[in-house]
């Protein structure tokens, strides 16, 4: 069955990157707009195992590539771009180097297991062959 001429699973992949994108455009922009993180709640002490000072850096990294970026591979997918899936691949991956970086700093956030969730589905939703394309000549 098909939505909107899409695959169920390319409906979920675009979910699950609509929802991290919105979260770090939030995110990013409150680190941006405070880069003490007091708006987000985060303390400048857990920079001390980073080369950052503030959270400008990492604010703008996170609006930028996981807001900016996987907004725009979620109109890919909806638009039926060639590399788009491909696209949502690398966000997923990107998102896990960004866990294990933070993980390395030692932060320990709430919203951990979410990102890891959207790490994870994300490669294995852009991996899947509907949503690769594969199925092209099938049946809807």
Known sequence: MRLRGRHPETLALIAVLAQLSVRALV????????????????????????????????????FAIF????GAVCYGLYAGRERAPAAAAAVGLALLGWLAVEALAGFDR??????????VAAVALATRPAVRGDDRGAPP
């Open 110 to 119: 709430p919203t951990l297991w979410l990102n890891l969730a959207t790490a």
């Open 27 to 62: 995110g990013g922009a409150a680190l941006i707009a405070a880069p003490s993180g007091r708006i987000v709640g985060l303390s400048p002490a857990a920079l001390g195992r980073t080369p950052f000072g503030d959270y400008l850096v990492p604010g703008i990294v996170l």
């Open 67 to 70: 807001g900016v970026g996987s």
